[in-house]
């Protein structure tokens, strides 16, 4: 059981793993896409020029090189069961944020719709498995819980 728990995990946090990976292969290309869907809030434009001349880096570049790195920072710290709960909130946010800046099915028509709501959907699934994981927490097979009465 214990192997099938680990097996699980990392075949869960493998999507997340390659996507990140991708991001930082393609940090220009990532940044471009960052740039012409993903408006800040004003609180956080408010620091995005200092933040800019401190790394000498546009704020999608920025953008670009956090979220690859969260992504697979928090899918290891699920796939080796150490933090387990904070990677599924880090990964919960950082996919409740994509699927609003770059899948808003509801906002479309047509065949655009119907792509971006599957992919929607997917995420949507995806932030239930975080979810479990988040509420399991670094569960180990044999763990009892200490809250549990015994019949």
Do not use: C
């Amino acid at each position: 059981m214990n192997g099938l728990l680990v097996l699980g995990r990392i075949l869960f946090v493998l999507v997340f793993i390659l996507s990140g990976a991708q991001k930082l292969m393609d940090i220009p290309g990532t940044a471009d896409q960052i740039g012409a869907k993903v408006l800040l809030p004003e609180i956080v434009t408010a620091y995005t020029p200092q933040l800019e001349a401190a790394s000498g880096m546009a704020t999608p570049t920025l953008l670009a090189i956090l979220v690859g790195v969260i992504e697979i920072g928090a899918a290891l710290m699920i796939a080796a069961n150490i933090g387990a709960r904070a990677g599924a909130v880090l990964l919960i946010l950082f996919t409740i944020a994509a699927t609003w800046y770059f899948h808003p099915f509801w906002t479309m028509s047509g065949p655009d719709r119907d792509a971006n709501m599957i992919q929607a959907l997917k995420n949507l699934s995806l932030i239930g498995g975080l979810l479990v994981i988040f509420a399991v927490g670094r569960w180990r097979p044999g763990y009892a819980d200490p809250s549990a009465q015994r019949v």
